[in-house]
């Protein structure tokens, strides 16, 4: 991948990342900067590498740091979020109309 | 033809698909009536992405991988599904500073920097949420201090991108310098201001991933980082705005610190007029409309489930319930939705302030419960008063006031407030669970 790819990519997802988030409910602020906390998680993959191309004891130490923190990273963004996001339900999901059904 | 079934090129073909299950996450993630398929989504791509990587050419250590995966991962899921709901802004920052710290460790240099910052800011903000650290550490020249740390640290990341000085000893240095200034930016900041430091942590590791990205060739992590870089900055913002501050207030004035000295404003006049809950079931049952204010005071109490049973109450004998938020009840804005949420409050009853604001005045109750400084309305007419100009619920134009608190005391900011000492607002004194309970009895008494 070229220098001047990386940059249209780079320019491209950061408008992505404005215009998705852009219109979101102050009830979701939360689960959402979970979410995006759990996104970039995908440094798990970098730090993959890294560790795979280790190979002095010191590289290989680090490496497996960065392994750790970077699956915590991701495992612990996605299972707070996923949570969050359970609970939230519209009182036509709860069914019945038996709650809150009236206004 | 063989090229094209290359294992770079199936891992090219899956980083594709992981960055569109993210975008796609996100943007589900951005209505309520989607969110719960988002996380889903994103994290269908991020096992893609994962499971690739394993086909990465030139892979070795194989075992360590798996190791540092299996660990870190068994740790996190079961943190993650074991934190208290109230907690989650903490766990939030630790997670936060977990992908930072790997972000660090991958050992490119922007990237690196930024990482470390994160990594250890990530961690103060946590240590001072879960009320490991107490206090605030100011002293004079500190932002001089932490520019010149910065410097250092730049000074050092360009010697070794460079080539011109990549020993150990400069290495270290970057690193050192860096992880000195997450701490010392976030040491003065006070606990009430953490999210949006947070938040802002949680974008400036999106770049340092982005910026491994870049190092590593690597278009899912530029995309994911991007996304996360720029959607995190705007949410900061937001965070920010809703409690009436710039982000440059927040990270260099020291405000947000409830050790909360007693702050200047005009002297307020009138009396705090006492009800007890039997009066007060009696007020919500024959109203037509009550409008409930929770702050995280409530949830300090853990009247949630409590509240909302005395709302099911009400609405059963056809009373109108709405419930208000302000953007910054709870921790950090949309904190207290998903306590409300966890309470089974379904989210079509929840207003935002604008939706909410003009429909106090046909309310025959408001009901205040654990909220403070977001319903006092010198914010909106002292100017002398250091939250004047802070958007604030109207809660004191509702034709009956009702206020649930602990004690008689100043809210977290130390700011007398103003409503309670209303003519049509009424005093509610007690434990914010109980309270709830006696309500509860008293509407079924009627």
Same mark, same amino acid.
């Given at each position: 991948m070229t220098g001047i790819i990386a940059l249209y990519i780079f320019m491209l997802a950061a408008f992505t990342g404005y215009e998705v988030i852009a219109k979101v409910p102050v009830i979701l602020h939360t689960p959402l900067m979970s979410g995006s906390n759990f996104v970039h998680g995908i440094v798990l993959v970098g730090a993959m590498v890294a560790l795979g191309s280790a190979t002095s004891p010191l590289e290989k130490v680090i490496g497996f740091i960065g392994v750790l923190l970077a699956a915590g990273n991701a495992v612990g963004g996605y299972a707070v979020t996923e949570r969050m996001l359970e609970m939230f339900k519209s009182s036509r999901s709860q069914g019945a109309g038996k709650r809150g059904g009236r206004h | 033809m063989g090229e094209y079934f290359s294992a770079t090129a199936l891992i090219q073909a899956s980083y594709l698909v992981t960055a569109f299950l993210f975008v796609m996450g996100l943007k589900r993630m951005s209505s309520p009536v989607t969110a719960r398929s988002g996380i889903l989504w994103a994290g269908a791509g991020m096992l893609v992405a994962t499971l690739a990587t394993f086909?990465?050419?030139?892979?070795?250590n194989y075992p360590l991988i798996l190791i540092a995966v299996a660990i870190g991962a068994a740790i996190a899921w079961i943190s993650g599904k074991r934190v208290a709901m109230t907690d989650i802004p903490q766990m939030i920052a630790l997670y936060n500073g977990m992908g930072g710290g790997a972000a660090a460790a991958t050992l490119a240099v922007l990237g690196g920097i930024i990482g470390a910052v994160s990594f250890s800011g990530s961690l103060i903000a946590f240590g001072k949420l879960q009320g490991l650290i107490r206090k605030s550490l100011r002293f004079r020249g500190q932002q001089f201090l932490n520019l010149l740390v910065l410097a250092l640290a730049l000074v050092l990341g360009a010697l070794i991108a460079t080539g011109s000085n990549a020993s150990v000893g400069a290495v270290t240095g970057l690193f050192g310098f860096s992880l000195l200034l997450g701490v010392s930016m976030t040491l003065p900041i006070g606990g009430a201001d953490m999210p949006v430091v947070i938040s802002l942590y949680n974008a400036l590791t999106g770049l340092a991933v982005a910026f491994e990205g870049f190092v590593l060739g690597n278009a899912a992590m530029i995309i994911a980082g991007t996304v996360v870089g720029s959607a995190g900055t705007l949410l900061t913002q937001l965070m920010a705005r809703a409690m009436n501050r710039s982000l440059g207030n927040v990270l260099f004035s020291g405000f947000g610190d409830s050790g909360g000295a007693v702050v200047a404003g005009a002297a307020v006049s009138g009396s705090l007029k006492p009800i007890d809950a039997a009066d007060a079931g009696v007020m919500m049952a024959f109203a037509q409309k009550v409008i409930v204010v929770p702050g995280y005071g409530m949830a300090v109490a853990q009247a949630q489930h409590k509240v909302w049973e005395l709302c099911q109450l009400l609405i059963d004998r056809g009373v109108i319930v709405r419930f208000a938020i302000h953007?910054? &009840?709870?921790?950090?804005?949309?904190h207290m939705n998903v306590l409300l949420a966890e309470a089974g409050v379904p989210y079509d009853l929840i207003a935002d302030l604008e939706e909410i604001n003009s429909e106090f005045e046909t309310a025959d109750v408001a009901l205040i419960i654990g909220a403070n400084d977001v319903v006092n309305p010198v914010a909106r007419?002292?100017?002398?008063?250091?939250?004047?100009?802070m958007p604030i619920l109207?809660?004191?134009? &509702?034709k009956n006031v009702i206020v649930i608190k602990r004690g008689q005391g100043a809210g977290f900011s130390g700011i007398e407030n103003a409503l309670f000492y209303l003519d049509n607002t009424r005093m509610l004194y007690g434990d914010g669970q109980a309270v709830a309970a006696q309500l509860i009895a008293a509407v079924k008494s009627v």
């Amino acid at each position: 991948m070229t220098g001047i790819i990386a940059l249209y990519i780079f320019m491209l997802a950061a408008f992505t990342g404005y215009e998705v988030i852009a219109k979101v409910p102050v009830i979701l602020h939360t689960p959402l900067m979970s979410g995006s906390n759990f996104v970039h998680g995908i440094v798990l993959v970098g730090a993959m590498v890294a560790l795979g191309s280790a190979t002095s004891p010191l590289e290989k130490v680090i490496g497996f740091i960065g392994v750790l923190l970077a699956a915590g990273n991701a495992v612990g963004g996605y299972a707070v979020t996923e949570r969050m996001l359970e609970m939230f339900k519209s009182s036509r999901s709860q069914g019945a109309g038996k709650r809150g059904g009236r206004h | 033809m063989g090229e094209y079934f290359s294992a770079t090129a199936l891992i090219q073909a899956s980083y594709l698909v992981t960055a569109f299950l993210f975008v796609m996450g996100l943007k589900r993630m951005s209505s309520p009536v989607t969110a719960r398929s988002g996380i889903l989504w994103a994290g269908a791509g991020m096992l893609v992405a994962t499971l690739a990587t394993f086909f990465y050419p030139g892979m070795s250590n194989y075992p360590l991988i798996l190791i540092a995966v299996a660990i870190g991962a068994a740790i996190a899921w079961i943190s993650g599904k074991r934190v208290a709901m109230t907690d989650i802004p903490q766990m939030i920052a630790l997670y936060n500073g977990m992908g930072g710290g790997a972000a660090a460790a991958t050992l490119a240099v922007l990237g690196g920097i930024i990482g470390a910052v994160s990594f250890s800011g990530s961690l103060i903000a946590f240590g001072k949420l879960q009320g490991l650290i107490r206090k605030s550490l100011r002293f004079r020249g500190q932002q001089f201090l932490n520019l010149l740390v910065l410097a250092l640290a730049l000074v050092l990341g360009a010697l070794i991108a460079t080539g011109s000085n990549a020993s150990v000893g400069a290495v270290t240095g970057l690193f050192g310098f860096s992880l000195l200034l997450g701490v010392s930016m976030t040491l003065p900041i006070g606990g009430a201001d953490m999210p949006v430091v947070i938040s802002l942590y949680n974008a400036l590791t999106g770049l340092a991933v982005a910026f491994e990205g870049f190092v590593l060739g690597n278009a899912a992590m530029i995309i994911a980082g991007t996304v996360v870089g720029s959607a995190g900055t705007l949410l900061t913002q937001l965070m920010a705005r809703a409690m009436n501050r710039s982000l440059g207030n927040v990270l260099f004035s020291g405000f947000g610190d409830s050790g909360g000295a007693v702050v200047a404003g005009a002297a307020v006049s009138g009396s705090l007029k006492p009800i007890d809950a039997a009066d007060a079931g009696v007020m919500m049952a024959f109203a037509q409309k009550v409008i409930v204010v929770p702050g995280y005071g409530m949830a300090v109490a853990q009247a949630q489930h409590k509240v909302w049973e005395l709302c099911q109450l009400l609405i059963d004998r056809g009373v109108i319930v709405r419930f208000a938020i302000h953007p910054v &009840a709870g921790r950090m804005p949309g904190h207290m939705n998903v306590l409300l949420a966890e309470a089974g409050v379904p989210y079509d009853l929840i207003a935002d302030l604008e939706e909410i604001n003009s429909e106090f005045e046909t309310a025959d109750v408001a009901l205040i419960i654990g909220a403070n400084d977001v319903v006092n309305p010198v914010a909106r007419n002292d100017r002398s008063s250091p939250i004047y100009g802070m958007p604030i619920l109207n809660a004191d134009k &509702a034709k009956n006031v009702i206020v649930i608190k602990r004690g008689q005391g100043a809210g977290f900011s130390g700011i007398e407030n103003a409503l309670f000492y209303l003519d049509n607002t009424r005093m509610l004194y007690g434990d914010g669970q109980a309270v709830a309970a006696q309500l509860i009895a008293a509407v079924k008494s009627v």
